[in-house]
């Protein structure tokens, strides 16, 4: 449905919430550089500054125009050489803004940057294509537009999520560690 990297690169969540922050935590280390839009969600946000504050992440914030050209000038000036990931929402739940997704993700691969995108407000309204449109990550709520039930989302990405928040699994294999 979103052209992603396969079944092995899609993990099932509580919600959009999990999934965001499962992938934001596990895609930055200590020293990175993080870039997230002016119309991130606290869901976003939240995670963000919390790793700023307690891991050794840094992070801007570009501003969201409604000139298409001046929000890409915006996302180049706040991107540094120490930038990992780059987070926006795919449409804001506030001003109904569309991201140029595909263009960021553009500036993404030119940097050499992870390209993680919020599809809370725009999975299953507007069309989402992984592969072409540069995301490595991207995290969806299943009771939204996608009308699945509450209490589920997901993280589907291109195997750039490393660091696992919650450890468990099946009871095989007791001796692997």
Do not use: W
Not at 81 to 90: C, N, Q, Y
Not at 96 to 101: K, S, V
Not at 133 to 143: E, S, W
């Amino acid at each position: 449905f979103f052209d992603g990297y396969g079944s092995e690169f899609v993990s099932f969540t509580l919600n959009c919430t999990e999934a965001l922050n499962v992938a934001i935590k596990g895609m930055v280390k200590a020293g990175d550089h993080i870039v997230i839009s002016s119309l991130e969600h606290n869901s976003v946000l939240r995670p963000v500054v919390r790793l700023s504050e307690t891991a050794g992440v840094s992070y801007s914030i570009f501003v969201v125009s409604k000139n298409e050209e001046e929000t890409l000038f915006n996302l180049k000036k706040a991107i540094n050489e120490k930038t990992k990931l780059i987070i926006i929402t795919s449409v804001s739940n506030v001003f109904g803004n569309i991201l140029p997704i595909k263009q960021i993700g553009d500036i993404a691969k030119e940097n050499k940057i992870l390209l993680l995108v919020d599809g809370a407000q725009g999975a299953g309204v507007i069309p989402i294509k992984m592969k072409e449109m540069g995301i490595n990550c991207l995290c969806v709520p299943g009771h939204k537009s996608l009308c699945g039930p509450m209490g589920i989302g997901a993280v589907l990405h291109d195997g750039s999520v490393k660091s696992t928040i919650i450890e468990g699994g099946t009871g095989t294999e007791s001796f692997n560690y």
